[in-house]
């Protein structure tokens, strides 16, 4: 429909998630949005709604999809997992067993679980580069190869904003002899049907949603006060909303931040985590492997974002963000959109849209919709 309506599937018994995504569109906190919640596997509300773009002439529709910024660091992790799972990755061992470059400058005794925890000390490059450096794959991970850590890894947590994905990808590429991308795509998106991409195919332009920036004034980017770390994580390179909009960001892998897709096609994906390793009928991971996400890694302030952290391998753990469940765990992507996987209720919650607020781990758009979800399943 042309009119920015709200459509899709909603449980009766979820039907307080609708009037809410209904009333964040109406009153103008969102501009065009997508919303998606599966319980034990199966999918429960799936609601888009508004416009693609701020000028409000692109209905929001089921296919439309988005770049959804840091939510896509819970594919990169994904990935790694499931690799773990099979045995070909040691999330224990050093890096530089997989990657024998990364040795250099002191990195020897870098483990890949201070990569998936953002805490390796490699928040940022030391080198100058710009925002056409990302999609050169070969500069962005030999630079981070060669440089030396911030700090001592495992002693703080440092959001990797966007080396995480580099840093994690060139492990994988190593053990694979495919990039990231590829393996999340042959191996857990095309299997499940699922509209998710870390290196979007020019064939699908058409359907991704305009980004509405967030006002100044909030942000890692534009936080007071900034020591050089943040200064370094916020402006080598800057963010440009705008890049979102161009074949050269949309085309290029960039694993932790350039993720294109839907809140479908996130919280069924992830369905793999809640459900013990099964999605679609499929069994993708073991239990004991899906369960590796949960183990605490690092907590504390984080030098970066500046706000009280615990990460998981890949992920956010309960404490942080007030989580009802124990096993559970989440992430979410500058701007909004946000996924929060649950193991005990064996649940997905995700959402997704197109007008950015000033914040990098979700806002009470999302939120409000899972406490809806919570309040009508008698978890809270």
């Known amino acids: 429909m042309?009119?920015?309506?709200?459509?899709?599937?909603?449980?009766?018994?979820?039907?307080?998630?609708?009037?809410q995504f209904e009333e964040n569109l109406s009153k103008g906190e969102d501009i065009g949005a997508s919303f998606c919640a599966t319980v034990e596997g199966e999918t429960v509300v799936d609601l888009w709604g508004g416009y693609a773009d701020p000028a409000k002439t692109r209905a929001w529709e089921r296919d439309t999809i988005v770049n959804?910024?840091?939510t896509t660091k819970?594919?990169?992790?994904?990935?790694?997992?499931?690799?773990?799972?099979?045995g070909d990755l040691d999330f224990d061992a050093p890096v530089a067993r997989y990657w024998p470059e990364f040795a250099a400058n002191g990195k020897a005794d870098i483990k890949v679980s201070h990569l998936m925890s953002h805490s390796a000390g490699l928040s940022g490059w030391k080198e100058p580069i710009t925002t056409e450096d990302l999609y050169d794959w070969e500069k962005a991970t030999s630079l981070l190869?060669?440089?030396?850590?911030?700090?001592?890894?495992?002693?703080?947590?440092?959001?990797?904003a966007l080396t995480q994905g580099y840093l994690v990808g060139e492990v994988v590429r190593r053990i694979t002899?495919?990039?990231?991308?590829?393996?999340?795509?042959?191996?857990?998106a095309e299997p499940l049907g699922a509209d998710f991409h870390i290196g979007l195919p020019a064939s699908e332009d058409?359907?991704?949603?305009?980004?509405?920036?967030?006002?100044?004034?909030g942000g890692a980017a534009d936080m007071r006060n900034q020591t050089e770390l943040m200064r370094n994580m916020s402006n080598n390179p800057g963010i440009d909303v705008s890049a979102t909009k161009t074949r050269?960001?949309?085309?290029?892998?960039?694993?932790?931040a350039g993720g294109t897709g839907n809140a479908r096609s996130v919280a069924e994906i992830h369905t793999i985590l809640a459900n013990g390793g099964v999605a679609n009928g499929k069994r993708f991971m073991s239990e004991a492997g899906c369960r590796k996400a949960l183990e605490l890694q690092v907590e504390g302030r984080d030098l970066i974002l500046d706000v009280p952290a615990r990460f998981g391998l890949g992920f956010g753990l309960p404490g942080?963000?007030?989580?009802?469940?124990?096993?559970?765990?989440?992430?979410?992507?500058?701007?909004?959109s946000l996924i929060i996987i649950d193991m005990d209720a064996r649940t997905t919650f995700a959402y997704v849209m197109n007008k950015m607020m000033p914040t990098t781990m979700g806002d009470m758009r999302a939120l409000g919709l899972a406490m809806a979800m919570w309040t009508a399943m008698g978890t809270i």
């Open 2 to 19: 042309a009119d920015g309506s709200v459509q899709g599937l909603t449980q009766d018994r979820y039907e307080a998630a609708r009037t």
């Open 68 to 70: 959804v910024y840091s």
């Open 74 to 86: 819970t594919m990169t992790a994904l990935t790694a997992l499931l690799i773990a799972d099979r």
């Open 145 to 160: 190869a060669a440089q030396a850590p911030f700090w001592e890894a495992g002693t703080a947590p440092g959001y990797h």
């Open 177 to 188: 002899g495919k990039s990231l991308g590829t393996v999340f795509r042959e191996e857990i």
């Open 206 to 217: 058409h359907r991704v949603a305009e980004l509405l920036p967030p006002p100044p004034g």
């Open 248 to 256: 050269g960001w949309r085309g290029a892998e960039i694993p932790a």
């Open 320 to 336: 942080v963000l007030p989580l009802p469940n124990p096993n559970s765990m989440y992430w979410g992507g500058y701007g909004g």
